[in-house]
């Protein structure tokens, strides 16, 4: 039985199968449902999982070389919150694209955890080295 880290099977048997520049999505409450990957739906209430919380955990087992949001992250949210975004994936070169293109980066994920985050475009993409 495991008893520390992550404990949820399905995002353990996720970033098992993370190879070499593969990519792992990691959405907020909105995020769109791709039926062509697989989705683990930590969503509970609001903000309960956030994708802050998610990436925290994540980050201990899988290796980011570099991460992608939606410019529109910037746009629409506090400085505080793009700060915090900005510390929890500190060390990673992050890429600001336009969130039609970030979407379209989508089915070629590895899967999907949505999250109960309300932050508009808390969205990302994970790319392992």
């Known amino acids: 039985m495991l008893n520390s880290g992550i404990l ?7 970033l098992a199968r993370v190879r070499h520049t593969n990519s792992l999505v990691i959405a907020d409450r909105g995020f769109p449902f791709w039926p062509e990957i697989e989705t683990v739906d930590l969503a509970l209430v609001d903000d309960v999982p956030t994708v802050l919380q998610v990436l925290a955990a994540v980050r201990a087992n899988f290796n980011v070389v570099q991460a992608c949001m939606a410019r529109e992250f910037q746009k629409n949210n506090s400085a505080t919150a793009r700060a915090a975004f900005a510390r929890g994936l500190a060390g ?20 999907l ?6 932050i508009q475009y808390a969205n990302m993409i994970l790319i392992s080295g």
């Open 8 to 14: 949820n099977p399905q995002i353990l048997s996720l």
């Open 92 to 111: 990673v070169p992050l890429k600001f694209e336009p969130h039609v293109e970030f979407k379209k980066r989508v089915p070629g994920a590895i899967g």
């Open 113 to 118: 955890i949505r999250t109960g985050d309300s």
